[in-house]
């Protein structure tokens, strides 16, 4: 893997935080942030309404950062990740506004939910909106490789919402089966961006591919964290409901792995709790979590979690030291220490 | 424009029907069909359940016909239409299934429709899964100025479907406004099929934009024309129930025409038929239906539609005569006398 290695920008000493990553792209980001509003502006009333309200919710903004840091990694010292930033983040926030009607969830970073607030119809609909400036921005840029990469990956992402609506419920889903459908809904976008950044860098094939591959690492790492914290983090902070995915019959790790590892009178206490969910959720969430506990669930789902942040940060050491570099291995380190 | 004649197929006499038309292309919509079931094929269950459901439920494959036939008049003999028609059919087909989600729609095609049958989440995601597989065929056909004509069509077609949702119930819309949403909801796409065709056909940017407009007028004849069968039309051959626009609140050009002419009294009895609408539907729709019959709403609307087929035949007609022309003309004449 010696090619890969490419001399380029400083040596970095101090261990770096997510918090000043984010502040190393602030004025990237803050780009981004008003090409995302400037892409949501519509002679259509609703449209810019509901954009503006899921533009400035914020969010984390991991993918954007994901191209920019690849890109600039690469060498890339143009723009154009302000375009593609945008493709991958209207995307992603089109699937939240499918995935909150499919849900019927009512809350959503902290505040209500786009249906809540707009109802079903808006949030399919300019969802759809979401998808279609996409493909438009994609079509102005034009670059075919960029819109191969995403559309594969968007084909995988839809696939991964109808698998998840199939495995609703089903208690017997396996890690396998389950480590599939979060390939598909989260980490195969989440590679599409390191994909673009590499591309955008004009990297070899050997490091596009490796760059790939760290972001499908990352992207695991991160779905598996988001479904631990569904069950482990404070309302206030995830900015929706603890204990969503037990409602919604959502069968997560976690979950799982308990189910595995359950005793006959625990996997028809589950049952019941699950499939008969009367009764109040918060005390029915205590009883899992007790569970989950006793049979090491959770740190069971950290430990994947962090495995995957480990190959990934693996695949980039690498490449040559950089700051980039640096940020990047923070990244992946933030994705599995984060607690929202 | 005398650029645009360019000798070309046989010159040809009798007037010819739609079913003329469908049967002279039989074999190539045939070949669009198997593309369809084939892009419909996924390891994800419920993706080729619904899918095959939607793709032999019918329709009319008006657009495929015209991607195909736009392309063989300008002279194009490959079969790239096929995954340009999968494209548009797939486009078209989503916005079927978050058009019946958004509508709460219980039949369409003379069946229940897909919502009904397999429920609000299956149809978004699958819908979401469509539109991704449209991306994913231009991805692979990989041409800028196809990617663009759609990308730019589909923009228009989810800014309509906001529209139409923000104008519900407005009674007092303008014959203005709805001529926008129905552009932009279908007329934009039936004219991306014909700009489609011609760039298959590499023609002069003089004949795509001709035929281009050939398409947008094509387009807008479709939507007056079903706009008007959905009050005067038989449930049975329509395959949905007539007078779904006036449950439903969708305030289409008959009812804007006859709110706009109908007496102070008359608009009364239609503001509470409209905005209340308690007791029985066919009661309801009987009533509207004498007072369009009174102010000739039907008939105005259907004026409208045949101008803008008699729009689209001149442009066609500055075309060299061939059998493919004459096939186009049917088309448009089609578009208005249908009766489902």
């Not at 154009?80 to 209207?90: A, L, N, Q």
């Not at 759809?128 to 968007?154: C, G, M």
């Not at 589950?270 to 979590?289: H, S, T, V, Y």
Request: negative net charge; proline residues 3%; aromatic residues 8%.
């Amino acid at each position: 893997m010696s090619q890969i290695l490419q001399r380029r920008g400083a040596p970095f000493q101090r261990p770096m935080r997510f918090e000043d990553v984010v502040e190393g792209v602030r004025s990237e980001l803050d780009e981004v942030d008003n090409a995302l509003l400037a892409n949501l502006e519509s002679d259509v009333p609703l449209i810019p309404a509901i954009g503006n309200y899921l533009a400035r919710g914020g969010g984390k903004r991991v993918r954007p950062i994901l191209v920019l840091l690849t890109s600039r990694l690469c060498g890339y010292e143009g723009a154009r990740y302000i375009t593609h930033s945008c493709v991958v983040e209207f995307i992603h926030t089109a699937t939240l506004l499918h995935d909150d009607v499919v849900d019927s969830s009512q809350v959503r970073r902290g505040g209500p939910s786009a249906n809540a607030r707009w109802g079903n119809e808006a949030s399919v609909l300019v969802g759809d909106y979401l998808f279609a400036k996409s493909l438009w921005l994609l079509a102005a840029d034009s670059d075919p490789r960029i819109i191969q990469a995403v559309s594969n990956a968007t084909v995988y992402l839809s696939e991964g919402e109808v698998l998840q609506l199939i495995n609703e419920f089903n208690l017997a889903a396996s890690e396998k089966s389950y480590l599939d459908v979060i390939y598909r809904k989260t980490a195969a976008l989440i590679a599409s961006c390191c994909q673009i950044g590499a591309i955008l860098g004009k990297a070899s094939s050997e490091r596009e591919q490796a760059l790939t591959e760290f972001g499908r690492n990352v992207g695991y790492a991160f779905q598996l964290v988001d479904d631990v914290l569904d069950y482990t983090a404070k309302s206030e902070r995830l900015g929706k409901p603890v204990g969503n995915d037990l409602t919604e019959g959502n069968v997560t790790l976690p979950l799982i792995h308990l189910y595995r590892l359950a005793g006959e009178g625990e996997k028809q206490t589950i049952r019941e709790l699950f499939l008969e969910p009367n009764g109040n959720p918060d005390g029915r969430l205590q009883i899992i979590l007790e569970m989950m506990k006793k049979h090491g669930a959770i740190e069971y789902t950290m430990k994947q979690a962090r495995d995957y942040a480990e190959r990934a940060k693996a695949i980039l050491k690498k490449f040559e030291t950089s700051h980039h570099q640096q940020a990047l291995l923070s990244l992946a380190d933030y994705v599995v220490e984060r607690e929202q």
